[in-house]
């Protein structure tokens, strides 16, 4: 449920931001790359620092409440951002709580499920983050029309943008609260620890070639993976207009809601790598039908779609680490892989505003499609 109401608040944000960015504020898209690339770059930096010290410490909690606190804090100072350094800043703080508590959350979760039920386990954690996501910006959809109206009425103290930034706050408050009164604290489990025991931690075993394999193969995918904002920049290309676009974010969250939780559980019955393999070729279709995409309607089935991915991906990710690695150092691991994933994510994204920027959609987005075809492949052949 924190996760949930988290991304109520994020995802009333997320849909609109790029086109406050390019309409309001007036920012170019290698600009809007070069935002997005250094927020997730600092998000996955910190994922390394917080899983390390979350091992070390052998404490989950504490290190998850400050991680989702100072995203909450970052919420409603967007509402009084004027400028794409503001944004810049506001966007790192965001990340930066991001960074904090995502490795020893999901560690959290890791420690809380028996082994045969952790692609079930994830992917419910995934449904109800993505959940969160499907109503956040069916918040913004009705609350858009009905501030832009009392704009337009001479209401000057109200801008769309800016006040749903500022109800942000409340389902992130709502979010830390949950965290603070219900979550609890977890230890490993004791076969866990039986296995892997030792006078000092095992870090070899974050060396071993599944975990090293499927971490090349995904940081190669991800600099095609470019921040989602440039996927918005093409609806709003495509002549979607402000109206629709949180209700094509709803949808797409809609899809990846209602493909988490069955494909983890899938994953726990055929295997990790089936299921990652698929998520990988739907991915490529997406991105080359946004480049090859002409009419609106084609944004929608391609939206609907990049559900379908990351319902596939994001819970059976997780859960094949977490198969990888002792307990004792999970946290860890999260946090070098996602550390890797993120400092290729500000490099895809920076690489997709200037492919944009230069040589026009169908190239970047091709671009994208083509790493994650190569990355599918070699999933197949080495994990």
Same mark, same amino acid.
């Given at each position: 449920?924190?996760?949930?109401?988290?991304?109520?608040?994020?995802?009333?944000?997320?849909?609109?931001?790029?086109?406050?960015?390019?309409?309001?504020?007036?920012?170019?898209?290698?600009?809007?790359?070069?935002?997005?690339?250094?927020?997730?770059?600092?998000?996955?930096?910190?994922?390394?620092?917080?899983?390390?010290?979350?091992?070390?410490?052998?404490?989950?909690?504490?290190?998850?409440?400050?991680? %989702?606190?100072?995203?909450?804090?970052?919420?409603? #100072?967007?509402? &009084?951002? $004027? *400028?794409?350094?503001?944004? =810049?800043? +506001? /966007?790192?703080?965001?990340?930066?709580?991001?960074?904090?508590?995502?490795?020893?959350?999901?560690?959290?979760?890791?420690?809380?499920?028996?082994?045969?039920?952790?692609?079930?386990?994830?992917?419910?954690?995934?449904?109800?983050?993505?959940?969160?996501?499907?109503?956040?910006?069916?918040?913004?959809?009705?609350?858009?029309?009905?501030?832009?109206?009392?704009?337009?009425?001479?209401?000057?103290?109200?801008?769309?943008?800016?006040?749903?930034?500022?109800?942000?706050?409340?389902?992130?408050?709502?979010?830390?609260?949950?965290?603070?009164?219900?979550?609890?604290?977890?230890?490993?489990?004791?076969?866990?620890?039986?296995?892997?025991?030792?006078?000092?931690?095992?870090?070899?075993?974050?060396?071993?070639?599944? %975990?090293?394999?499927?971490?090349?193969?995904?940081? #190669?995918?991800? &600099?095609? $993976? *470019?921040?989602?904002?440039? =996927?918005? +920049? /093409?609806?709003?290309?495509?002549?979607?207009?402000?109206?629709?676009?949180?209700?094509?974010?709803?949808?797409?969250?809609?899809?990846?809601?209602?493909?988490?939780?069955?494909?983890?559980?899938?994953?726990?019955?055929?295997?990790?790598?089936?299921?990652?393999?698929?998520?990988?070729?739907?991915?490529?279709?997406?991105?080359?039908?946004?480049?090859?995409?002409?009419?609106?309607?084609?944004?929608?089935?391609?939206?609907?779609?990049?559900?379908?991915?990351?319902?596939?991906?994001?819970?059976?990710?997780?859960?094949?680490?977490?198969?990888?690695?002792?307990?004792?150092?999970?946290?860890?691991?999260?946090?070098?892989?996602?550390?890797?994933?993120?400092?290729?994510?500000?490099?895809?994204?920076?690489?997709?505003?200037?492919?944009?920027?230069?040589?026009?959609?169908?190239?970047?987005?091709?671009?994208?499609?083509?790493?994650?075809?190569?990355?599918?492949?070699?999933?197949?052949?080495?994990?």
């Amino acid at each position: 449920m924190t996760s949930f109401f988290t991304d109520v608040a994020s995802e009333m944000i997320y849909p609109i931001l790029p086109i406050f960015l390019s309409s309001v504020l007036g920012l170019n898209k290698a600009f809007i790359g070069l935002i997005e690339g250094i927020a997730e770059a600092t998000s996955s930096l910190l994922k390394l620092v917080s899983g390390w010290v979350s091992d070390k410490m052998g404490k989950r909690k504490e290190i998850v409440v400050l991680g %989702y606190s100072l995203s909450t804090i970052a919420k409603p #100072l967007l509402a &009084l951002a $004027n *400028s794409g350094w503001g944004i =810049l800043g +506001l /966007r790192f703080l965001d990340r930066l709580g991001k960074g904090l508590r995502t490795s020893p959350r999901d560690a959290l979760i890791a420690e809380s499920c028996e082994s045969c039920d952790r692609g079930k386990s994830f992917g419910f954690h995934r449904a109800l983050d993505s959940a969160g996501a499907m109503v956040g910006p069916a918040i913004a959809f009705v609350l858009m029309p009905v501030l832009g109206q009392m704009a337009a009425e001479g209401f000057t103290a109200v801008n769309p943008y800016r006040t749903i930034f500022l109800l942000s706050t409340i389902p992130a408050a709502i979010a830390v609260l949950i965290l603070l009164l219900f979550v609890k604290e977890t230890k490993p489990r004791e076969k866990d620890i039986a296995k892997y025991s030792g006078s000092v931690l095992n870090y070899r075993f974050l060396l071993n070639k599944k %975990y090293i394999a499927f971490m090349l193969i995904f940081t #190669l995918f991800t &600099l095609g $993976n *470019s921040s989602d904002a440039f =996927l918005i +920049l /093409r609806a709003q290309d495509l002549n979607i207009s402000l109206f629709f676009i949180p209700l094509l974010w709803m949808m797409f969250n809609g899809v990846y809601t209602a493909f988490s939780l069955p494909t983890g559980k899938i994953s726990d019955i055929v295997g990790r790598k089936k299921v990652l393999v698929t998520g990988l070729i739907v991915y490529s279709l997406v991105y080359f039908g946004f480049g090859a995409s002409s009419q609106a309607w084609h944004i929608w089935i391609l939206f609907a779609l990049y559900g379908a991915y990351y319902g596939i991906t994001e819970g059976t990710s997780r859960a094949l680490i977490a198969d990888s690695i002792p307990a004792e150092v999970r946290a860890t691991a999260y946090g070098v892989y996602k550390t890797i994933i993120g400092i290729s994510v500000f490099f895809s994204s920076v690489i997709m505003g200037l492919l944009w920027q230069t040589f026009g959609a169908t190239t970047a987005f091709s671009f994208g499609g083509s790493l994650a075809a190569v990355s599918a492949i070699l999933l197949l052949l080495f994990i």
